[in-house]
């Protein structure tokens, strides 16, 4: 049986036994399988899709053609409504065992949304989505034992000892103490806290509290692992340590990593394959390499005074290939940077645009996401 796994954010304390520790054990198993609270909105009862039973395996597409069978996550046409907005629009995943999937979107494009109902914590409003193996919505208890989940803002005992927090997580789920013990051993080192374990919470670093809240969903050793946005506000040490162990947990357990970022960078190092998403839907999907090639092999950034002038001039020259205005930068893409560059300059002086900064590099996710949005996904990395 399952706690009670709640919609709202886990913020503080929550009130179900499985909320006291951390926002990671939203969906975790109670040690004596009572169900302490009806929650507000999970699959457990009702839904369109409630007591669908898991469908025949179908062989998918977007994948490189895995069967079913091969995949740690399907979502089919996957959605959430709220009221009249569509915050999930019709998604489709197809993740293989052993993927390291990355979820890469801006603000409120869907990503935590997506997550919390392959989580089982979240009803969707269509669609279904069967995750190691089952469905979230006919069969939730089957999912989250064999889920580890690291939500975004994790709520975290801090009068606990990490030790305490990872005991008291292994309960949950029904670890004797034997278990919890060799568990407890492997964590030291899995996350790399060491020492740091016996400490209170408290007097951990941002950094520190993310491992430990990494080592919570780890405790019960799952098959699949769902980090939403596991680095956002960390420094960039801390968060190198975040990928290294998001790394070693792929290549030596074999475990799927389904992980949210707004971090291109994140996506681009960590995924294997990387699912863009805005607006609630995926606008495009496949291996870094293969969505920044997408677009072209170099990308020519200019940023100048009269954009629009600018664009009527970059635009008709041989070798580019496509033009995107964002703010008073636009971005040309071609196969042929280093020749493109000159033809580039001529063209704006020659237009009397007075250019600011003229830079050549090779396409990041953020170009991608540009020519398929608009947007850029990081003003910073402009
Ligand atoms: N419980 C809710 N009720 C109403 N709207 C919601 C709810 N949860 C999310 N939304 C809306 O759905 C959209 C997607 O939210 P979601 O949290 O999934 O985005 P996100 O990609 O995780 O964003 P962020 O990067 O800020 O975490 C947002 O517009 C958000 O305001
Ligand atoms: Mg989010």
Redesign the pocket.
């Known amino acids: 049986m399952i706690a009670a796994p709640t919609?709202?954010r886990t913020t503080g304390t929550a009130a179900t036994p499985n909320g006291v520790a951390s926002g990671v054990t939203n969906g975790v198993v109670t040690p004596d399988g009572t169900p302490p609270g009806a929650p507000p909105d999970t699959i457990v009862s009702g839904g369109e899709v409630a007591g669908r039973r898991a469908p025949a395996p179908t062989t998918r597409r977007a994948n490189g053609g895995a069967a079913a069978a091969d995949l740690a996550i399907e979502a089919v046409q996957l959605e959430?409504r709220?009221?009249d907005?569509v915050?999930?629009d019709k998604v489709d995943l197809a993740v293989r065992r052993g993927e390291i999937y990355g979820f890469l979107?801006?603000?409120?494009?869907?990503?935590?949304?997506?997550?919390?109902m392959l989580c089982t914590l979240?009803a969707p409003t269509g669609g279904r989505a069967i995750v190691a193996g089952h469905d979230v919505a006919s069969d939730p208890d089957a999912v989250r034992l064999r889920i580890g989940v690291a939500l975004?803002s994790a709520a975290l005992d801090d009068k606990q000892t990490g030790a305490e927090l990872l005991r008291q997580q292994g309960r949950y789920y029904g670890l004797t103490r034997a278990e919890i013990d060799r568990r407890l051993e492997d964590m030291r080192t899995l996350v790399d806290l060491g020492d740091a374990l016996d400490q209170r919470i408290k007097s951990y670093s941002g950094g520190m509290k993310r491992r430990i809240d990494l080592a919570a969903a780890l405790i019960h050793n799952p098959e699949v692992l769902f980090l939403?946005?596991p680095t956002?506000g960390l420094d960039p040490v801390s968060r190198a340590k975040v990928w290294e162990e998001v790394r070693r947990l792929n290549t030596d357990l074999g475990m799927t990593i389904f992980l949210?970022t707004?971090y291109l960078e994140e996506a681009d190092s960590l995924a294997d394959r990387v699912g863009v998403?805005d607006h609630?839907r995926i606008v495009a999907e496949g291996t870094p390499e293969a969505l920044k090639r997408s677009i072209g092999s170099d990308v020519v950034i200019v940023r100048v005074d009269d954009v629009e002038a600018a664009r009527r001039a970059v635009a008709a020259l041989p070798g580019v290939d496509a033009v995107e205005v964002h703010g008073d930068e636009l971005t040309a893409s071609t196969s042929d940077g280093p020749g493109t560059v000159s033809p580039v300059a001529v063209a704006l002086a020659e237009a009397d645009v007075r250019v600011h900064a003229l830079t050549l590099r090779e396409p990041t996710l953020d170009d991608v996401f540009l020519t398929l949005t608009g947007n850029r996904l990081q003003e910073e990395d402009l």
């Open positions: 919609e709202q959430r709220f009221g907005f915050a999930v979107g801006p603000n409120g494009a869907g990503k935590s949304t997506t997550t919390r979240t975004q939403d946005e956002t949210t707004q998403i609630g």
